[in-house]
C-alpha cells in the first residue's frame, strides 16, 4: 500500500491570505475554470448566546438581518440580488453566524456590497419581522408532523437536555419564537454581530488583489468591539444511563429513530480515528455495516446510517435508521450489537483500509467546485487545520490504526448508555 | 485534437448511444448510464418495477458480488447513486479521473450480468416497501400522489415512481426478470463520460466493454395517450397533521414541443430560474419572483413555488405552496388563481425577461462548476428530447418573446385544464403525549 501523495490543488502556494484594516481575516483562492465566485464567512456568534427562554433568537435574527436595511428593503435586496442569479445568506448556527453568497465573477462588487449592507446595517423592519416570525413558526408546526425531523430534535434535547445549549433547539420552539420581538433582534444583533475574529474566504475567477480593495471598502470600515470573543466551549458529559422517547403519531407509517451518544470535538486527539471508524460503522458503500445488517442482511430498514458531528463542542455521534413499526425493537437491537461490535473488535484490515482509500481518494470531488474550495478552506481556517492541509490529509488518515479506531469507540460509543428518540406509528410495550 | 468542450457523439452496434464531453478543470469525471425506462413504461399491478430493478442492479453481478460496487466506488474516492424517474433509470459513478475505468466495468457489467437472486428479491421487497412508507409520512407525498392519480386517467405518468404498495407486495422475481432483460440493454440505453478524459482512449475501452453485450428486442411502445381535460379536478386529503398544503397540476405537451422553451420561461418568471446543480449547493432566485410576491409577501402562504420538468409524453406544469398558520386553503387559491390571471392579461415586461435570462445564464455557469452536473443534465435532455439542447439552451431561452409566454400562460394554465389538492389536517390532530423514559443502567 502506498500513500497516494495529492498533486494538491490548493494549498500554501495557492491560498493568499489578507487582514483587512479591522482584523477581519481575509483568504483568496483563485480559480479561473468558471466564471463564478462565491463568497463563505462566519461570524462569533450563535444559539449558543441564546438564553434558555429565548429559544431561537440568534437563528431568527440570522434570518431577519437580509430582510431590510437602513437603505433597502426586502424586497430591493432580492430584487438586486437574484436580478443578476446571485444569491446572499446569512444563517445562525449554534457557535457561528455563517454567511456568503455566490454570484457571476461580474456581479462580484454587487455581491459584496449586498452582503456586506445586510451584515452592517440591518434595521429589522417591524412588518418584516413579523412576516420571518410567521414563517418560523409554520415551519416548526411543520416540523410537529415530520417523524425525521422530530426525531433528530427530540433526541438532542435527551442526549444534552435543554439545560444545555447544545440540547436545545436553535431554531427555537412553538413556546419561544412567539415571545421574540423586534427589539431582541436588534439587541442580539448590536451585542454580538462584530467583525471580531471574523474569516471570509472568497474562491472563484477573481484577483486576490481586488477582492481585498473591494472588502476593504466594503467591510473594512465596520468598528470592532476590540474583545476578541472568547470562545467558551460549553461542557459535555457522556450519559450514564439510558435514555428512550418515544412519540406515538398513528397517522405514520413508518418510524424514524435516532441512537447516540456525545461524540468527540473536531480538536479532540481521536477525532481522525473516529471519523474513519463512523465511516466504517455506517457510511462507506451503503451505509457501511448498519446498512449491511439492518438493511441489507435483515431488510429491516430503507435506511440505516451513522453520522460524526464534531465541531468546536462535542456533537453527537449517532445512528439513524427509518424502520417499519413492527420492526423497531429489532433495528435497535442490531443497531446496539454493531456498536458493540466496534468497540469490542478491531476492524478488519480490508475495513480500515477501504476507509482510509475513501476519505483521501475522495478529496479531489470535494474540491471541484467553488463551494466545495470554500467551504474546505473556512473549515480549515476554523480549526486551525493549517494551509498545507490537503496535502497532509492522506498521511493523517492512513496514519490511523485499528487499535486507534476501536479505542475511539470504546470512548465515545456505548450500547448500554446512550440516548433513543422513536417518533412514528409505534408504542411503547407494556 | 478535439476542443474542449464539444461532445463527441457515436452509438456502437448493439444499439448503445455514447457521448463523451472531455472537461478538463478539475481531475475528476462522472460516468452515467442512462436506461429509457422508468414509471412510464409500467403497467397496472406492475407499478414499481423499475424503481425495484433500479435497486436490484446494485445487488451484484459474479464479477462485482453484492455490497461490492459501492464499496468499490468509494474506495476509489468515488461517489455513486441510481435513481428513477418518470421517464428513465440512471446510474453514476463520479471519480478520480484516473479511476474512472472501474465506473465503465461496473456499468458494462451490470447492464449484462446482473443476478436478481430470488432471495435478494425477497429482502429487496421489505426495502422497497420501508422507502415507500417513508415517503407516506409526508403529507405532501401522499397529496401528490393523489394529485397525479386524478390528473392522469390512460397515461402511467398518474402513478408514483415507488408504485402502489399493493403492486409492491406482488410484484415477483419473474417479473422483475423480464423487466430487466427487456429494458436494460444496450439498446435502449446512453451512456455519458464528462471530465478529465482522453476521448480517443475512453471511445477504445468502451467498445471493448460494451461491444460484446447484445441488443435485445426492441422494448414496447408506450401507446397510451392522456384524453384531454375537459373540467377541473379537485381531490381534498384529510389526515392528522399540523399544516395544510396545496397542490395544483396543469396538462403541458412532451419536452420536443415548440412551447417547450416558453413554458420553461413561464416557470422562471414565476418562480426564479431554477438551480441546475445536483447534490450540492443551490443558488435560489426566487424571493424576486411573482408567486413568492403574491403568496409569500402577502403572508398567505409561508413556502410557495412551481415546477415544470419536461417529460417525454405530455405531463404537468406544477403548482405547491404551504399555508401560512392562520391563513386558509381558500385564501391561497385565489391569490394563486389571481396571479396566474396576470400573467395571462398583461404582457410582462422586457426588463422581467432579461432578468430571467441572466438569471439562467449565471445558473448554467453554476451548473458547469461539476462534471457531474453536467453529464446530469446531458443525459437528461437527451432521455426527452435532444442533448444538443443543453448547449443551445441559453439561446433558446432568449427566443421567448413576452406574447409567447402569455400564450402559454393562456393555453395551459386554465381552469378545465387543472386538478387541484388540497390538505387539511384532520381536527383532532393532537397526538398522543410523548412518552419518555430515562432508564438508570446500573
Known amino acids: 500500500m502506498t500513500d497516494q501523495t495529492l498533486n494538491a490543488p490548493i494549498g500554501p502556494h495557492t491560498i493568499r491570505r489578507f487582514a483587512l484594516s479591522n482584523g477581519i481575516k481575509l483568504i483568496v483562492h483563485e480559480n479561473h475554470v468558471s466564471p463564478s465566485a462565491v463568497v463563505r464567512g462566519h461570524l462569533w456568534a450563535g444559539a449558543i448566546n441564546d438564553p434558555p427562554e429565548k429559544m431561537g433568537q440568534s437563528s431568527f435574527t440570522a434570518y431577519t438581518v437580509r430582510r431590510g436595511t437602513t437603505t433597502r428593503s426586502f424586497q430591493e435586496i432580492n430584487e438586486l440580488v437574484e436580478s443578476v442569479g446571485a444569491s446572499v445568506f446569512v444563517n445562525g448556527g449554534r457557535h457561528l453566524i455563517n454567511f456568503g453568497g455566490k454570484s457571476l465573477a461580474e456581479d462580484f462588487d454587487l455581491l459584496v456590497d449586498v452582503l456586506s449592507d445586510v451584515l452592517l446595517n440591518p434595521n429589522f423592519p417591524q412588518d418584516e419581522v413579523d412576516k420571518a416570525r410567521g414563517q418560523i413558526i409554520t415551519s416548526l408546526k411543520e416540523l410537529e408532523n415530520n417523524t425525521r425531523g422530530l426525531a433528530s430534535r427530540e433526541f438532542r434535547g435527551l442526549l444534552y437536555t435543554l439545560d444545555h445549549p447544545y440540547g436545545r433547539p436553535s431554531d427555537g420552539t412553538l413556546e419561544s419564537v412567539p415571545l421574540i420581538r423586534r427589539d431582541d433582534l436588534e439587541r442580539f444583533y448590536r451585542a454580538h454581530y462584530r467583525p471580531d475574529g471574523a474569516t471570509i474566504v472568497v474562491v472563484g475567477d477573481i484577483q486576490g488583489d481586488v477582492v481585498r480593495d473591494t472588502l476593504e471598502r466594503a467591510i473594512g470600515g465596520w468598528q470592532p468591539s476590540g474583545d476578541v470573543p472568547g470562545f467558551e466551549v460549553p461542557e459535555t ?20 429513530i435516532v441512537l447516540g451518544t456525545v461524540g468527540p470535538a473536531r480538536a479532540a486527539a481521536e477525532y481522525y480515528a473516529a471519523r474513519l471508524g463512523d465511516v466504517i460503522f455506517g457510511r462507506l458503500g451503503l451505509m457501511g455495516r448498519l446498512g449491511e445488517t439492518v438493511r441489507d442482511q435483515q431488510g429491516l430498514a430503507y435506511y440505516a446510517h451513522s453520522g460524526l458531528e464534531a465541531g468546536l463542542g462535542r456533537g453527537p455521534w449517532s445512528v439513524r435508521a427509518g424502520v417499519n413499526p413492527a420492526n423497531v425493537d429489532q433495528a435497535i437491537e442490531s443497531i446496539l450489537v454493531e456498536i458493540a461490535r466496534l468497540r469490542d473488535e478491531p476492524v478488519t484490515d480490508q475495513e480500515l483500509e477501504d476507509g482510509q482509500d475513501y476519505l483521501t481518494g475522495n478529496l479531489p470531488l470535494q474540491l471541484e467546485t467553488n463551494e466545495g474550495i470554500a467551504s474546505t478552506l473556512l473549515h480549515m481556517e476554523l480549526h486551525q487545520l493549517g494551509e498545507d492541509y490537503i496535502t497532509r490529509f492522506p498521511y493523517l488518515m492512513r496514519a490511523i490504526t485499528k487499535e486507534q479506531i476501536q479505542a475511539a469507540a470504546q470512548k465515545y460509543l456505548d450500547p448500554e448508555h446512550y440516548a433513543l428518540a422513536i417518533v412514528g406509528p409505534y408504542e411503547e410495550q407494556g | 485534437m478535439l476542443a474542449d468542450n464539444e461532445v463527441v457523439e457515436f452509438q456502437l452496434e448493439n444499439g448503445l448511444k455514447v457521448l463523451l464531453k472531455p472537461v478538463h478543470s478539475a481531475p475528476v469525471a462522472s460516468n452515467w448510464i442512462w436506461y429509457r425506462v422508468g414509471s412510464r413504461n409500467e403497467s397496472p399491478g406492475k407499478t414499481g418495477i423499475s424503481h425495484w430493478a433500479e435497486h436490484m442492479m446494485f445487488k451484484g453481478t459474479p464479477t462485482f458480488p453484492k455490497g461490492n460496487i459501492m464499496r468499490l466506488v468509494n474506495k476509489n474516492g468515488g461517489t455513486l447513486n441510481g435513481f428513477t424517474s418518470l421517464d428513465y433509470t440512471a446510474y453514476f459513478e463520479t471519480l478520480p479521473a484516473d479511476r474512472l475505468d472501474l465506473g465503465l466495468r461496473i456499468e458494462a457489467d451490470r447492464m449484462a450480468n446482473s443476478v436478481f437472486d430470488p432471495e435478494e428479491v425477497e429482502s429487496e421487497r421489505t426495502v422497497i416497501i420501508s422507502e415507500r412508507e417513508g415517503s407516506e409520512n409526508s403529507p405532501n407525498f401522499l397529496l401528490r400522489e393523489e ?30 426478470w423480464t423487466h430487466y432483460k427487456t429494458y436494460y440493454g444496450p439498446h435502449n440505453a446512453v451512456l455519458i463520460v464528462v471530465g478529465d478524459i482522453d476521448v480517443n482512449a475512453i471511445h477504445a475501452r468502451i467498445q471493448d466493454l460494451f461491444a460484446p453485450i447484445p441488443a435485445g428486442p426492441p422494448p414496447p411502445l408506450v401507446s397510451a395517450i392522456e384524453p384531454a381535460q375537459t373540467g377541473e379536478r379537485r381531490v381534498l386529503v384529510r389526515q392528522q397533521g399540523t399544516a395544510q398544503y396545496f397542490q395544483a397540476a396543469f396538462h403541458v405537451p412532451q419536452a420536443s414541443h415548440p412551447d417547450n422553451f416558453a413554458l420553461m420561461m413561464l416557470d422562471a418568471l414565476l418562480a426564479g430560474a431554477s438551480p441546475m446543480t445536483f447534490g450540492g449547493g443551490s443558488t435560489p432566485t426566487h424571493r424576486s419572483a411573482r408567486l413568492y410576491k403574491a403568496l409569500v409577501e402577502t403572508e398567505l402562504a409561508s413556502r410557495a413555488g412551481c415546477g415544470y420538468n419536461p417529460s417525454i409524453d405530455p405531463g404537468l406544469f406544477h403548482f405547491y405552496a404551504t399555508v401560512r398558520e392562520g391563513r386558509s386553503l381558500d385564501e391561497l387559491e385565489a391569490a394563486l388563481w389571481d396571479e396566474i390571471r396576470r400573467i395571462q392579461d398583461e ?85 398522543e403525549g410523548p412518552n419518555m423514559e430515562y432508564t438508570a443502567n446500573d
Do not use: C
Request: charged share 25%; aromatic share 10%.
Open chain 1, 237 to 256: 458529559h457522556p450519559l450514564t444511563e439510558r435514555r428512550r422517547y418515544v412519540r406515538t403519531m398513528t397517522n405514520k407509517t413508518q418510524a424514524d
Open chain 2, 147 to 176: 394529485l397525479m392519480a386524478l390528473a392522469f386517467r390512460a397515461h402511467p405518468y398518474g402513478h408514483q415512481v415507488l408504485g402502489w404498495k399493493e403492486d409492491l407486495r406482488q410484484i415477483t422475481h419473474d417479473d422483475l
Open chain 2, 347 to 431: 404582457l410582462v415586461s422586457e426588463e422581467e425577461l432579461l432578468k430571467a435570462h441572466k438569471q439562467a445564464k449565471a445558473q448554467f455557469a453554476y451548473a458547469l462548476e461539476s462534471v457531474t452536473n453536467q453529464a446530469l443534465w446531458l443525459g437528461l435532455m437527451d432521455i426527452v428530447d435532444s442533448y444538443t439542447r443543453f448547449h443551445t439552451f441559453l439561446d433558446d431561452l432568449v427566443t421567448v418573446s413576452a406574447a409567447d409566454v402569455q400564450r402559454v400562460a393562456q393555453t395551459y394554465l386554465v381552469e378545465t385544464n387543472r386538478t387541484v389538492g388540497w390538505f387539511v389536517p384532520t381536527e383532532n390532530a393532537q397526538q
